[in-house]
């Protein structure tokens, strides 16, 4: 079975640099999630589409910003990096919104700033 | 405040035992969900339950099995006759769709470690 596709899976950037994460989503699921995993961390939530419109928004930072397009992919765009911004970057999608539906989660993308 | 704590940070057994993982949560909803995922050490994230609040059943599915209790607002997940394979960080983690529809608020994890 299709599922969440991440891409790419590890990146390395400079610090100031700017980053771009992509999600595709499984095939029909019109809900993308967005969350941070720290090292040794709980996941923390970002930002989430629904039907390609922002539907919550956690502790995202102002120097990043996601959308998702028509073909319900989503891309996360991280500007200025910091040391701190080094993580697991995860993408869920869901068919339907929230709760009363499970969250598949893609394999994460590894972001590493130095 | 935590929604979703999970007590126990590590836990380490031998193969075959039975363990239990903690799960309490917090809440004022009263429709509510709640899912537990595993993180091997691969590092993605693998959804195993979801549960909603008006469904007290217990339920099991192979050697895993989950205790929700709403009176101690527990959902508890044990593992019976471990193995090393079961070896990774397990999430619990709560949904509030009236609050907020796409947020799951996640437990700090706790890591399981499954010896020979």
């Known amino acids: 079975a299709a599922g969440v596709i991440q891409s790419p899976r590890h990146l390395i950037k400079e610090k100031r640099e700017t980053a771009t994460l992509k999600c595709y989503p499984i095939?029909?699921?019109?809900?993308v999630y967005w969350y941070q995993q720290g090292p040794g961390q709980d996941p923390q939530f970002l930002i989430s589409?629904?039907?390609?419109?922002?539907?919550d928004k956690g502790s995202i930072p102002d120097r990043f910003s996601a959308q998702q397009f028509s073909d319900y992919h989503s891309e996360l765009n991280m500007s200025s990096l910091e040391l701190g911004d080094s993580a697991l970057y995860f993408c869920?999608?869901?068919?339907?919104?929230?709760?009363?539906?499970?969250?598949?989660f893609g394999q994460g993308t590894r972001l590493t700033v130095v | 405040a935590q929604k979703v704590t999970q007590a126990q940070t590590e836990i380490s057994v031998v193969e075959k035992e039975d363990v239990t993982l903690d799960c309490v949560y917090e809440?004022?909803?009263?429709?509510?969900?709640l899912f537990w995922y595993k993180q091997p050490p691969s590092g993605e994230l693998v959804f195993l339950i979801r549960?909603?609040?008006?469904?007290?059943q217990n339920e099991i599915s192979g050697r895993y099995s989950w205790n929700f209790q709403k009176s101690t607002s527990s959902f508890n997940f044990t593992i019976t006759a471990s193995q090393v394979v079961d070896s990774a960080v397990y999430f619990c983690?709560?949904?509030?769709?009236?609050?907020?529809?796409?947020?799951?608020?996640f437990g700090s994890g706790t890591k399981l470690n499954v010896k020979p």
């Open positions: 869920a999608s869901s068919l339907g919104r929230g709760g009363n539906t499970e969250a598949f």
């Open positions: 095939p029909r699921h019109d809900t």
């Open positions: 589409f629904y039907e390609k419109m922002q539907s």
């Open positions: 809440t004022r909803d009263t429709t509510y969900y």
């Open positions: 549960r909603n609040s008006f469904d007290e």
């Open positions: 983690a709560l949904s509030e769709p009236r609050y907020n529809f796409n947020k799951f608020y």
